[in-house]
């Protein structure tokens, strides 16, 4: 069965859902600055149509295809008119927030910097924390309240045009934080985001993000996956979540690759993706799983190329 149709017919975790939640948190924020920003162009500019993450820290394989949302958030906003500051180092995503004392360094350390942010009117992105249903999402945080942390917000599971408004609070510290200090349209010349995009292509692929965020990613991360799934320590609706979000992911970089921007070598990668997608299996996912991963290596080695 066909990935999206899966998920039109399965109720997916809100953990893969929330794989989506970081653009749909941008989007909102340019949206209540009166900017325009297209959720492909983000998407694509994130590195997520090759971003596929194992977190060895984690014992909970469900939430690998949440961490590292984040790895290429600055670079990829700045491309597009967003000024963006980090607040928490990604070291914090790496089980910090599980110690009992990470509360305590919270309030001494990154509180008075997102109140201030708050009071300035600027926004705050935020990953984790949030009560119920929505607890590993991001969101953006825009007040404070009396329960939980003493802040609030709207973790945004859905898209910017739609998200839901009503102040949620955070039981928990984020254990990401970011502050967007400034917002404008703007829009890249194709030339540059495709150069973006394919330098983004490549270090997504062979794990050159920052070390602080201590994910492996890529083949090697695929591989991961695919030991997981062989020895039962995942589920295959866990690895359908991951694909669904990959896929939506992929066609978002197919949209921009049919418009202005132009890149032959994304472009056959994104279309043999697309071919092995819509085979998938729900009931044996190893057979896509390995020939992404042979289509990853491929593109790297295409990328990376000396060019006559």
């Not at 949206?31 to 500019?45: P, S």
């Not at 400034?182 to 829009?187: D, G, I, L, W, Y």
């Not at 979000?245 to 066609?251: A, G």
């Not at 472009?267 to 043999?272: F, K, S, V, W």
Request: charged share 20%; with cysteine; proline share 7%.
């Amino acid at each position: 069965m066909h990935l999206m149709a899966i998920a039109e017919t399965t109720q997916l975790p809100h953990h893969h859902h929330g794989c989506q939640s970081l653009a749909h948190a941008i989007r909102l924020v340019a949206k209540n600055r009166g900017a325009n920003l297209g959720a492909d162009a983000l998407v694509a500019a994130m590195g997520w149509p090759w971003l596929v993450c194992a977190a060895p820290s984690d014992d909970n394989l469900a939430n690998w295809p949440l961490y590292a949302r984040d790895a290429f958030l600055i670079e990829a906003c700045k491309l597009l008119g967003l000024t963006i500051r980090p607040v928490h180092p990604p070291q914090a995503a790496r089980g910090l927030w599980q110690v009992a004392e990470f509360r305590q360094h919270f309030d001494l350390s990154y509180r008075p910097i997102i109140e201030h942010a708050l009071e300035n009117d600027q926004s705050v992105l935020a990953w984790r924390g949030w009560s119920g249903e929505t607890a590993p999402t991001w969101g953006i945080i825009n007040g404070t309240c009396e329960t939980g942390v003493r802040l609030q917000g709207t973790p945004c599971l859905s898209d910017a045009t739609d998200a839901d408004t009503t102040p949620t609070p955070l039981d928990q510290p984020p254990v990401q934080v970011y502050i967007v200090e400034s917002v404008e349209n703007k829009t890249p010349s194709p030339t540059a985001l495709a150069a973006h995009l394919e330098q983004t292509a490549r270090r997504a692929i062979s794990g050159e993000l920052d070390e602080a965020f201590a994910v492996i990613t890529g083949p090697a991360a695929i591989d991961l996956w695919i030991e997981a799934l062989a020895a039962n320590r995942i589920d295959t609706d866990a690895c359908a979540g991951m694909l669904h979000s990959f896929l939506r992911s992929q066609q978002s970089l197919a949209r921009i690759l049919g418009g202005d921007v132009s890149s032959n070598l994304l472009q056959r990668n994104a279309d043999a993706i697309a071919t092995m997608l819509d085979e998938y299996s729900e009931t044996n996912p190893l057979p896509t799983l390995r020939e992404i991963r042979n289509l990853l290596v491929e593109l790297y080695d295409a990328l990376t190329e000396p060019q006559p």
